[in-house]
Structures are given as C-alpha cells and as structure tokens.
C-alpha cells in the first residue's frame, strides 16, 4: 500500500497510510508552512514500513534493554518504559510517538503554531507566547445516529494549552476507543510533554479505571484482534449502566492512578469521563459530565477545563 495525502480546509492536510490516519494544521508564515508539510509529507511516507520492519518486536512487552532501532519504535518504547512493571508493549504508544515524529518538522523559524493529530493523539507545536484551544469530545456514545449526522460534533469540554507549559502533547484512550482497554473508562485524556508519554500514561489509567463487576463484559484480547499485542488478557468489549456507586468507585481508581503519575511527572494534567461522570487530576471531586441538550445553543453545555499554573 502507498501513502496518500490530500489538502483540507483551514489549511490543513490529511496524511493517511495504512492504519495511519492524520490531520495536521499550522499557523504562521506561509512559506514556513508549505515547507514544513513538503518534509513531513516525506518523512511519513517511510515512518508505516519502518515500524512494520519492527512489528514482532513491538508486540514485546517492555523490559530490560531497549532492542528496537527505527527511532520512531524506539520513542514508543521509552514512552511506555516507566510502566514495564506492568504489561505493556510499545503499541501502546504508537500513535502518540509517530505524531511526534511529525510535528519536529513544524518546530521551524515562522511557524506559531502547529498540530498533528494522529486520531486523537495529538502532538504540539508552541512558539513562545503562542496557545491552542482543545475540543474534549469524552463520549462517542452520548451521541445518536441524529446527532453523528451533524455537520460538527459538539465538543464536551475544552481547554487551552499554552507555550508557558510543558504540555506538547495530547493523547486519549478507553473501551470505546478504536484501541483495545482493560478498564472501564469511556474516555481519558492526558496531557505530557509529548505525545508518546501521553499515549503511554492515557493507556495506563484507562486500564486502572475498573470494577470487578459481573455486568462487565470481557473477551480475551487475541478474540477481537487475531494480532494483538495484547495476546490473551481480557479486555473490555461492553459495559452496561453500572449506576453511580459503581463509576464513582472505578473513577477513584483511575484518579488515584493518574494522580501517582502526576507526582512521578510522566504527566501534567488527566480527565477520566465514565458513564456520565468526570474526575481530573486537578480536582478530588468527581463530576456529572454535561451532556449534549440541542436546545441550547452550541458551547453553553460545554465545560472549560482548568490547567494549573506551570511549576515552579
């Protein structure tokens, strides 16, 4: 298979490659930015056959030495190297590090801003005083068919990202999400330094946001995918409405979760939406989530997201 890109509105170009699928948008001097595309268009082109060359390796869990070589699949395994006491394999950072493979052709004289969001995962591009506001979209399933049929989905929370933090990028994961999850949590979002650390870390609490619960419905991983790195472990494929004793309590577990990774500074900030319900590592309250009411205009249900301030 080739790569295929084409251009969109705004500006913005959609890289795709096989399972690779990106958006990417700039802002700044438009010869800075024709050119950051041209050497990112080129680089992608190769990044698919490079970690494909490494695949088997890649669906190791990590430990002891790193024995990758393409610098893409070595990222992924460093990313995901502060949780190899746990199972993990380097996939698990996949999307976060090719997108931070890309973005380092934007980080040039002339560009204010740059993104490349590689479905959902999201690398950062902040020249100094610059900012970029973020759609959290928590729930695909709040929305019916109606409302997947509209021309912009409506977004369940936002927040700004500024150059002052150290937050380039952005990665979600949960059950509902095109990867695989051992836990509950229908979405959550981490913000690292970059977006392989963040895909890494969203895994990890995603996994951590459950419940030992009957209702749950679970299937190994190999049922679902034939060539899962996640070989035989259980992984979730449904989960009814638990009610809100049970979110709250997988709630505290991921938060708790998050919360560790926080102090050991794998991340700046997450949010961890379940059933309606919210948490973030910036607040020990857990909180109904605002749902969608079409009666109200677009952006007066939505709740903006604190950042703290940078460390000191």
């Known amino acids: ?35 950051a595309h041209e050497a990112a268009w080129r680089r992608f082109s190769s990044v698919l056959n490079e970690l494909v060359a490494e695949l088997a390796l890649l ?10 070589k393409g610098v ?11 949780f190899c006491g746990e199972f993990i394999t380097p996939m698990a950072a996949v999307a976060g590090a090719v997108a931070q493979e890309l973005i380092a052709f934007y980080e040039r004289p002339g560009i204010a801003r740059a993104w490349v969001n590689n479905g959902g995962d999201i690398a950062l591009h902040l020249a100094p ?13 709040q929305y019916d068919a109606h409302e997947a049929m509209q021309p912009l ?30 836990g509950i949590a229908d979405s959550v979002t981490v913000l690292a330094r970059t977006a392989a650390q963040a895909d890494a870390a969203a895994t990890m609490i995603a996994n951590a946001v459950d419940i030992q619960d009957a209702r749950v419905e679970r299937r190994p991983a190999s049922q679902i995918k034939d060539d899962s790195d996640l070989g035989d472990l259980p992984v979730t494929v449904n989960v009814p409405s638990l009610g809100e004793t049970a979110v709250r309590q997988a709630l505290r577990a991921g938060h708790r979760r998050a919360k560790q990774l926080q102090a050991a500074d794998l991340i700046w ?4 939406v379940c059933q309606g319900w919210t948490a973030t590592t910036d607040s020990a309250q857990h909180q109904p989530l605002p749902r969608p009411d079409a009666a109200r205009p677009a952006g007066r249900h939505r709740t903006a997201l604190r950042l703290k301030a940078p460390r000191s």
């Open 1 to 35: 298979m080739n790569a295929h890109r084409k251009p969109l509105s705004g500006g913005r170009w959609h890289f795709q490659h096989g399972p690779i699928d990106i958006v990417i948008g700039a802002d700044g001097e438009a010869q800075a930015i024709e050119e």
């Open 269 to 272: 900030s997450a949010v961890i």
């Open 153 to 182: 989905l409506r977004t369940d929370g936002n927040f700004s990202v500024h150059a002052s933090l150290p937050v380039r990028g952005i990665a979600t994961s949960g059950w509902r999400g095109r990867s695989l999850s051992l």
């Open 59 to 68: 669906r190791q869990p990590v430990h002891g030495a790193c024995p990758l």
């Open 129 to 141: 005083g610059e900012s970029l506001r973020v759609g959290l979209f928590a729930d695909i399933a």
């Open 72 to 82: 893409v699949a070595r990222r992924m395994w460093q990313a995901c190297h502060p």
